[in-house]
């Protein structure tokens, strides 16, 4: 996906933006930069591949010939970037997090006459910071330009820019994710995940709405666009990408996922499908908070059967490699044979996407001795590959487990019945259980409602995107 932070103050901020960007790893691990302004020095800028080294470790060198009254800094599950800008609307960097799906098209139909091209990157692909600045400087100013270009995009697009006067932060016209201004006696922030601004002395002060677009400066901020009146922020924040400190939309990540732990073992008591188990425990890292949730409602006890190990391996999809990703997420899994062996457990995920890692795991753990293996999905199964954001992308979407094995049971028909397989009350719902769990091993499987998520998440339907769940935009 991808994240960003940024800071203009009356002092230098080369460490606020470090460490602010760096708060921002969990977001993606591709490309990195950093890139600040100084009435001294002009624009700075440094990007890097972090996909083999974390940030910090890439960037540290860079501190000292970089720095200035204004940066930003941007992690990248794409491409590189913040971008350096020349145009007849002066000298900006623009970063920016979301996805574009009609690039070629926007290419092809707005870039068509003599004299308009792009700078290809390796793939052959147009980076997206790149097209988006080139739709901002088809107008003649800024805020014309940002509102421009996001109209144009089908995806999604939210824009942070470093000029010599300011910030200009624009939250994307659906508010697919949030952007927080934060505030001390120096200076302002602004920045994805609000724990951020927090850390490095900040008092969030001020939450965009969906489209709005607002200039930062050290004195405070000033509203450029008012913000529209539907907002369709992605509900996986919570289940997943966000950290567990961050609030959004004055729902904190962490409350949120105990919360929904709590939900799905009510509604599982309710149903009378909780197993006997001895040990609720979550898939590390995010979904421990769910498990937790989970085993206070039910009072069956919290375990940890088995830790990551993340000293040398901090992240288990960093490889491109496929099967080396497979292997560093087998080789992380350290267990604690006393709470395995012969032990009946239930595992809680965020979420079950391809199943890939989470097989090996349960065989990880039937290996390690364990009785039985449950397993809980604190979201809904997932339908669609998402449209807006990087989290469930794949090439097709028939390597999503859910489609895959619904194409398995019924073939084409069954994909006119994704409602039905999504709803284990139904026949459908429970033969899609049954197929999961003879597939990955499970003794018995669960997917939260939808309901129940929104419950956790305490925000009406319609302000929330629930796009791979439903397909419906």
């Not at 800028?45 to 940066?71: C, V, W, Y």
């Not at 949030?178 to 602004?190: A, D, F, L, S, W």
């Not at 009946?344 to 293996?373: M, N």
């Amino acid at each position: 996906m991808g994240g960003f932070f940024g800071a203009i103050s009356r002092k230098n901020i080369k460490f606020d933006v470090f460490f602010g960007t760096d708060y921002h790893s969990h977001l993606g691990n591709r490309r990195a930069g950093l890139s600040f302004y100084s009435k001294e020095d002009g624009f700075q800028r440094q990007i890097h591949s972090i996909e083999n080294t974390p940030f910090r470790t890439k960037f540290e060198g860079d501190l000292a010939k970089m720095g200035g009254t204004a940066g930003i800094g941007c992690i990248s599950d794409t491409d590189p970037e913040p971008l350096l800008v020349r145009s007849h609307l002066g000298m900006f960097a623009i970063a920016n997090v979301g996805i574009i799906n009609n690039a070629e098209d926007i290419v092809a139909k707005t870039f068509a006459a003599p004299g308009h091209y792009f700078m290809a990157m390796s793939s052959g692909k147009v980076n997206d910071s790149e097209l988006i600045a080139a739709l901002i400087n088809r107008c003649d100013n800024l805020i014309d330009g940002i509102k421009y270009a996001q109209e144009l995009i089908d995806g999604s697009c939210t824009i942070l820019l470093l000029t010599p006067d300011g910030l200009i932060a624009a939250r994307d016209k659906m508010g697919r994710l949030p952007m927080v201004i934060g505030q001390n006696e120096e200076g302002c922030c602004v920045s994805l995940e609000s724990f951020a601004c927090q850390k490095l002395g900040y008092e969030p002060k001020y939450n965009l709405g969906p489209g709005e677009i607002v200039k930062i400066t050290a004195d405070g901020w000033t509203q450029l666009a008012a913000p529209g009146t539907k907002m369709k922020i992605c509900a996986f924040l919570w289940s997943y990408y966000g950290y567990p400190n961050s609030t959004y939309e004055g729902r904190n990540v962490e409350v949120m996922r105990c919360r929904n732990g709590e939900i799905m073992a009510r509604e599982e008591i309710e149903n009378g499908t909780m197993p006997d188990v001895d040990y609720v425990a979550g898939v590390p890292d995010s979904g421990l908070p769910h498990a937790i949730g989970y085993a206070n409602h039910s009072h069956k006890p919290f375990a940890r059967p088995f830790v990551k190990y993340t000293p040398t391996w901090a992240r288990s999809f960093t490889p491109s490699n496929q099967e080396m990703r497979n292997l560093i997420a087998e080789m992380k899994q350290i267990p604690v044979p006393d709470l395995i062996e012969g032990k009946k457990l239930l595992l809680v995920d965020d979420s079950i996407v391809r199943g890939t890692q989470l097989r090996e795991t349960v065989d990880f753990l039937y290996r390690s001795g364990a009785k039985e293996v449950h397993m809980r999905s604190a979201c809904p199964p997932i339908m669609y590959g998402c449209k807006f954001l990087n989290f469930s992308r794949s090439n097709s979407e028939m390597e999503l487990l859910a489609r895959k094995k619904i194409q398995e049971l019924e073939g084409d028909e069954g994909q006119n019945h994704l409602d039905e397989y999504a709803d284990s009350r139904t026949e459908r719902g429970q033969k899609l259980l049954d197929a999961i769990c003879r597939e990955m091993g499970f003794d018995s499987l669960g997917y939260q409602s939808l309901d129940g998520l929104l419950e956790a998440i305490g925000l009406s339907k319609d302000q929330v995107c629930t796009y791979c769940w439903t397909g419906e935009e």
